[in-house]
T-cell receptor, first 115, second 114 residues
């Protein structure tokens, strides 16, 4: 079982609220990622980080922002939530192994519903 | 365009039966291919990984195959159990970037009935 944690697991909020989804890993991985996943659809990369003070936007445009002040922590923030932000958000981390497999370990996800 | 296509989209089988899930990809340059299992409401968990030179990899009742020439992979589940009910996602990694970008299929939703 991977040591990567996400809180909250479920969140229901009203439109316009500011929210932060937490992600922490205890594996000392440099790379961390945020994905968005809708039911029956593939995961879409929305943010990633190579390490502390590094953040990049992913393939899918997102109104969220991220920060990476500590290696183990990669929170995602929505300044003003809208119903279109309703989705499952998955955090992952990876460290390149000797074989170059670059396995990503996923957290349990946060199911966000914006009313 | 790098893509990963999976079939079938969903599958229902009886407990104890075998099944095979398919994955076709166009990702290039290819690095490796993983099959992940994702239980409802959980994050994906890696089952197998295969590189270009490997064509079969087993993990218990799960056996994955890879044909790098035709860019196809399959995941065979033997003697299915109720706990196998989940989404199985094919994920292909490229080696064209330092990020090791992953390309995800939409998954096959497997339901095992008693």
């Amino acid at each position: 079982e991977a040591d990567i944690y996400q809180t909250p697991r479920y969140l229901v909020i009203g439109t316009g609220k500011k929210i932060t989804l937490e992600c922490s890993q205890t594996m000392g991985h440099d790379k961390m990622y945020w994905y968005q996943q809708d039911p029956g659809m593939e995961l879409h990369l929305i943010h990633y980080s190579y390490g502390v003070n590094s953040t990049e936007k992913g393939d899918l445009s997102s109104e969220s922002t991220v920060s990476r002040i500590r290696t183990e922590h990669f929170p995602l923030t929505l300044e003003s939530a809208r119903p279109s932000h309703t989705s499952q958000y998955l955090c992952a981390s990876s460290e390149k192994t000797g074989t170059g497999s670059n396995e990503q370990f996923f957290g349990p996800g946060t199911r966000l519903t914006v009313l | 365009k790098n893509q990963v296509e999976q079939s079938p989209q969903s599958l229902i089988i009886l407990e104890g039966k075998n099944c095979t899930l398919q994955c076709n990809y166009t990702v290039s340059p290819f690095s490796n291919l993983r099959w992940y299992k994702q239980d409802t409401g959980r994050g994906p968990v890696s089952l197998t990984i295969m590189t270009f030179s490997e064509n079969t990899k087993s993990n218990g009742r799960y056996t994955a195959t890879l044909d790098a020439d035709t860019k196809q992979s399959s995941l065979h589940i033997t003697a299915s159990q109720l706990s196998d009910s989940a989404s199985y996602i094919c994920v292909v990694s490229d080696r064209g970037s330092t990020l090791g970008r992953l390309y995800f299929g939409r998954g096959t939703q497997l339901t095992v009935w008693p």
